[in-house]
């Protein structure tokens, strides 16, 4: 972007931490409904929602970015945001769903390598900003391209109906 030009972003809370996400990357914000589980998926995948008529996976995105489990549990008033990654949708399970608003090219700093545990390849940046810090993520690269396939493979199974019995934590 040039200097002096503004990037549009959806902020979120995740416990005590505010993310921001290019609005572009935001498909819609849902009520959180608890995703149907997939087996032999990883445990930061709570399973999949069926949005548009397309089976979306859930990412729990406090144990994706290790973050501490809370008392407040989405069914309380989490949000799942789909986000567009290329020509696919992920859901991400937040807390809440703060604003839309303008952020300054100027105002993002660079990433450092590592920020609370989050490799700098998920960051765009970050932003300070009305006495918060916020962590601006790189939707894109929310996943690594191994962990696409693992997906991918799993969501061919769910939609061939070949997803086989039980699903995490089942017995």
Same mark, same amino acid.
């Given at each position: =972007?040039? @200097?002096?030009?503004?990037q549009?972003? &959806? ?11 290019d609005?572009?990357?935001? !498909? #819609? @914000? ?6 149907t589980?997939v +087996?032999?998926?990883?445990d930061?995948?709570?399973?999949? %929602?069926?949005? /548009?008529?397309r089976v &979306?996976? &859930?990412?729990?995105?406090? #144990?994706r970015?290790?973050i501490a489990?809370? !008392?407040v ?5 989490g949000?799942? %945001? &789909?986000?567009a990654v ?5 859901? $991400? ?7 839309? =608003?303008?952020?300054p !090219?100027? /105002? %993002?700093?660079? +990433?450092?390598?590592?920020f609370? $545990?989050?490799?700098? !390849?998920?960051? #765009?940046?970050? @932003?300070r900003?009305? *006495? ?5 993520l790189? @939707?894109q690269?929310?996943?690594t391209?191994?962990?696409?396939l693992?997906?991918? #493979?799993?969501?061919k199974?769910?939609r061939?109906?070949?997803? *086989?019995?039980?699903?995490? $934590?089942d017995?």
């Amino acid at each position: =972007m040039s @200097v002096g030009t503004a990037q549009q972003v &959806v902020t979120f809370r995740l416990a005590d931490d505010y993310f921001a996400a290019d609005i572009f990357a935001v !498909e #819609r @914000v849902l009520r959180y409904t608890r995703p149907t589980s997939v +087996p032999n998926l990883p445990d930061w995948v709570d399973g999949v %929602i069926e949005y /548009q008529g397309r089976v &979306v996976p &859930v990412i729990d995105l406090r #144990r994706r970015f290790s973050i501490a489990e809370s !008392e407040v549990r989405p069914e309380t008033g989490g949000r799942i %945001i &789909v986000f567009a990654v290329g020509d696919d949708w992920i859901g $991400g399970v937040v807390d809440a769903v703060q604003e839309v =608003m303008m952020l300054p !090219e100027a /105002q %993002i700093a660079p +990433p450092p390598p590592l920020f609370r $545990g989050l490799s700098a !390849e998920y960051l #765009r940046g970050l @932003v300070r900003r009305e *006495g918060k810090l916020f962590i601006f993520l790189e @939707v894109q690269r929310l996943l690594t391209a191994t962990e696409v396939l693992v997906l991918e #493979r799993a969501l061919k199974d769910v939609r061939d109906g070949h997803a *086989g019995g039980g699903g995490k $934590g089942d017995a």
